[in-house]
C-alpha cells in the first residue's frame, strides 16, 4: 500500500551537563578544577533511501527522540557525544513544518540528509573556566536544550516515465508488461486505486523508473475522481507516456479524451502542460490498421508532438516505444526519435 503522506514527531537529544570537579590525589592536594565538557545530544536527521517507495515505515510508531549527550565527569573526562538518529525516506520526500509552515527540505538523492532537530551542545565543566585571576572556578554549563519539532511529510514519486491517461485506457496492462512490478487488472474502469512503480529493463543495462498513476477524469484538478490525491505525483516524472484507448467501449473519441487529460494536467500546473508527452494508441489489436492511421494523423492535428501505436496486451509496437521514451527522458527530440512502430 502507497503511503504518500504522514506525520512525524521528533525531538532532538539534550546537551550534557559540564561537571564541576576538582583533582583530589595524594601529594597533590590543591591540584586543581579538572571538571570535564558534556557531550553534544543526538540530531535527527532524515536520510535518503532509494529501497523505499512509500512512508508506511513512518506511521506505525510516529515518535522519534535521539539521546541526550553524556555528563562530564572528573579528571577532566569529557561527556559522549550522542549518535544521531538516522530517519530513512524514500526519494521525493518534502519535508514541512507543521507549526511554522517553514519548508525544511526535499530529499531527492539517496543518501541526502537534513537536519529536523539539532541536539543541544554539551556544558562546560569548571576546567574550561579556570584562568590566572579564577583558579578555582566552581561555575558549570548546563547542556543546552532539545529541539522538538512537528513534521509533515509529502512524498511525490520521483520517475522517468509517468504513464497519464483516462480510466481503463491500458496503464496497468502496460506497466505489467514492461516491468514486473504486479499492478491489479480488470475490464473495468479504476482498477488502480493508487500509485504503482516499475522498473524496466532495456538492452546494455539501462532502465526506465515508469509510475502509473490511477486514472484521471474530467475535473480532477477540481478533486473529482482520485486524480486529486495522486496528480502530485507526475510532477516529478521527466517525461509523459499518455495512452489513449484506441477503442474506447463508451464509443468517445480518442481525440476528445487526450484533450481532457491535457486540460487536466495544465489546471493542475501549468509547467506540466509543457512536460515532454509521447502518446500511445493502445488496444491496437482491437482496432482496424486504416482506423488506427486516422486517428494518429487526428491527434497529431490536435497538437499530440510524437503519436505511437501500440498494444500493451499483446506487446506489438512496445519495443520500440520503450526506445523512444529512453530517448526522451535523455534529452533527445522528436524528430530524432524512432518511429519503427
Not at 571538571?35 to 510508531?61: A, E, F, R
Not at 486504416?290 to 505511437?308: I, N, P
Amino acid at each position: 500500500m502507497l503511503i504518500d503522506q504522514a506525520t512525524i514527531f521528533v525531538r532532538s537529544g539534550k546537551g550534557g551537563s559540564g561537571c564541576c570537579s576538582f583533582l583530589r590525589e595524594k601529594y597533590r592536594p590543591k591540584g586543581g578544577p579538572d571538571g570535564g565538557n558534556g557531550g553534544d545530544g543526538g540530531d535527527v536527521v532524515l536520510i535518503g533511501d532509494d529501497t523505499l517507495t512509500t512512508l508506511v515505515s513512518l506511521t506505525p510508531k510516529p515518535h522519534f527522540r535521539a539521546k541526550p549527550g553524556g555528563q562530564g565527569l572528573g579528571k577532566s573526562k569529557f561527556g559522549a557525544d550522542a549518535e544521531d538518529l538516522l530517519i530513512p525516506v524514500p526519494l521525493g520526500t518534502i519535508v514541512c513544518d507543521r507549526d511554522c509552515g517553514d519548508n525544511l527540505g526535499d530529499i531527492s538523492q539517496a543518501g541526502q540528509r537534513i537536519v529536523v532537530a539539532q541536539g543541544g551542545a554539551g556544558g562546560r565543566g569548571n576546567e574550561s573556566y579556570k584562568s590566572s585571576t579564577n583558579q578555582t572556578p566552581r561555575e558549570v554549563e548546563p547542556g543546552g536544550a532539545w529541539e522538538e519539532r512537528t513534521l509533515d511529510l509529502e512524498l511525490k514519486l520521483i520517475a522517468d516515465v509517468g504513464l497519464v491517461g483516462l480510466p481503463n485506457a491500458g496503464k496497468s496492462t502496460l506497466l505489467g508488461a514492461v516491468s514486473a512490478a504486479r499492478p491489479k487488472i480488470a475490464d473495468y474502469p479504476f482498477t488502480t486505486l493508487e500509485p504503482s512503480l516499475g522498473i524496466c529493463e532495456l538492452p546494455d543495462n539501462r532502465r526506465l523508473l515508469i509510475a502509473d498513476i490511477p486514472g484521471l477524469i474530467e475535473g480532477a484538478s477540481q478533486g473529482a475522481g482520485l486524480g486529486h490525491a495522486f496528480l502530485r505525483h507526475i510532477e516529478r516524472t521527466s517525461v509523459f507516456l499518455h495512452l489513449v484507448d484506441a477503442s474506447p467501449i463508451d464509443g468517445s473519441d480518442p481525440v476528445e479524451n487526450w484533450r481532457v487529460i491535457r486540460n487536466e494536467l495544465a489546471s493542475h500546473h501549468v509547467d506540466l502542460s509543457t512536460r515532454p508527452e509521447l502518446v500511445l494508441l493502445n488496444k491496437a489489436d482491437l482496432a482496424l490498421p486504416e482506423d488506427l492511421q486516422r486517428m494518429a494523423t487526428a491527434l497529431g492535428d490536435a497538437g499530440a508532438e510524437h503519436v505511437c501505436i501500440g498494444s500493451g496486451a499483446t506487446r506489438a509496437g512496445i519495443d520500440a516505444l520503450l526506445e523512444a521514451l529512453w530517448g526522451r527522458t535523455r534529452g533527445q527530440s522528436v524528430d530524432e526519435l524512432s518511429t519503427g512502430w
